[in-house]
């Protein structure tokens, strides 16, 4: 049963709205801060057995061992300067650099056990500052968090919408 989500932010700041929006959708759920791998680290064994971790615009590595050792899964929500994550990247310039994507995206050990669970889009207007460039991509990210807390704080596994792309072809693929 899921007990404790371990939130892997960016700033302290952010800790609290987030947690706050996961106590909405399950009140019995506790919470571990972390901002760097030594806050992973120190997290006690018997913890991870009944947590999840949530990584929300950090892009801290977390270890094999600690992903081993949660016991419902991982998440990352990151934005990408790319239009079609998950997809094979293009190789022409005619892509649009204003174009940016709020990705949530499961954390796996193998590459290819990886997905895409939930993906906004976001383009930036060609008169932008780059405080409010980054203004709308950091909201675009915190929408995709609201829009999918109540499959974060519960007891479920959250299902892809975009399969990695480093997976190894099937034979079918390879036909």
Partial sequence: MLKTIILLTQTVQQQRPLAN?????NPDLAFCSALSALDLAAIAPDILRNARLVSFANDIPVSQKFLLRLGHGAY???VAPVQYPGLPASHDDSEDPRCFSAIAQSIAIW???RRVVGLETVT???DATPTERER???TRL??????MSSLIARDAEIRGIIDSTESKPTFAQMN
Avoid: G
């Avoid at 915190?142 to 829009?147: E, S």
């Fill in 21 to 25: 929006l996961l106590r909405e959708f």
């Fill in 76 to 78: 990352k929500f990151h």
């Fill in 111 to 113: 590459p290819d056990c």
């Fill in 124 to 126: 930036v207007p060609d």
């Fill in 136 to 138: 709308l991509i950091f």
């Fill in 142 to 147: 915190a929408h995709l968090f609201w829009r």
